[in-house]
């Protein structure tokens, strides 16, 4: 085995792990409070929605430029945090990419939320990973029927975005051997990750909506705007 392939082999097993611990984490701590990104929608945006549901009311158009804002908010913060991190080279990897991981599933679960998917029920929280896996090019539709027991589904979903996303890391990554390009490297590949993802996620998100909208619809069950 070259030397190249044996620092590929050792970064793939180290960003699987990050990645997939990163994502452990922002599973169990990193989370969107919904009825506190709501009173953000409202203020921030002038969303004049009450709930979840009144979002389904508002042009989707302003919901693309809304979930637009979001993405670029988040490349512009993963870049910051790859090219502070990033001056490390190799050796600061694996925190780099636990972050990056905690601001991926932010993104994601703020994508969800101004789309109006909430994530408070155990099936709703799976379809926020089933989006998640999907942003990350994994096919999980054979255990889409294990997703009723989320305490095995979402490990074993995370195990899968981290396999495949770690794939796309090492071939990216390994530009950061040296410390100091490292930083504006780490910086750049951040942006470029984070902004792949989020166009897929909201990709996902945008199409469920729309489904769900002309459901409503039909059954008149659109809500009035005030």
Do not use: C
């Not at 101004?114 to 989006?131: K, M, R």
Request: proline content about 4%; overall charge positive.
């Amino acid at each position: 085995m070259t030397n190249t392939s044996k620092k590929k082999s050792w970064l793939a097993r180290r960003s699987e792990e990050a990645l997939r611990q990163g994502f452990m984490r922002a599973y169990e701590t990193v989370r969107v409070d919904p009825k506190q990104y709501l009173v953000h929608l409202q203020a921030a945006h002038g969303l004049p929605v009450q709930t979840y549901r009144g979002v389904f009311s508002v042009p989707v158009e302003e919901l693309d430029t809304i979930a637009g804002d979001t993405i670029r908010a988040s490349m512009k913060l993963a870049a910051a945090e790859g090219a502070g991190l990033g001056l490390g080279g190799v050796m600061t990897l694996v925190p780099d990419l636990g972050i990056l991981a905690a601001i991926t599933m932010r993104m994601i679960q703020k994508l969800s939320l101004i789309y109006g998917f909430e994530f408070n029920t155990e099936d709703e929280i799976a379809e926020l990973w089933i989006a998640t896996a999907s942003a990350a090019g994994v096919d999980i539709s054979r255990e889409l029927v294990e997703r009723g027991v989320l305490r095995q589904f979402v490990p074993r979903v995370i195990t899968k975005i981290a396999t495949q996303a770690s794939a796309d890391v090492v071939e990216k990554w390994v530009g950061r051997v040296i410390p100091v390009l490292s930083s504006a490297i780490g910086g750049t590949l951040n942006y470029f990750f984070i902004r792949a993802w989020a166009e897929r996620a909201a990709k996902h998100f945008r199409d469920k909506h729309l489904t769900q909208r002309a459901k409503m619809i039909e059954a008149g069950e659109v809500p009035l705007l005030p």
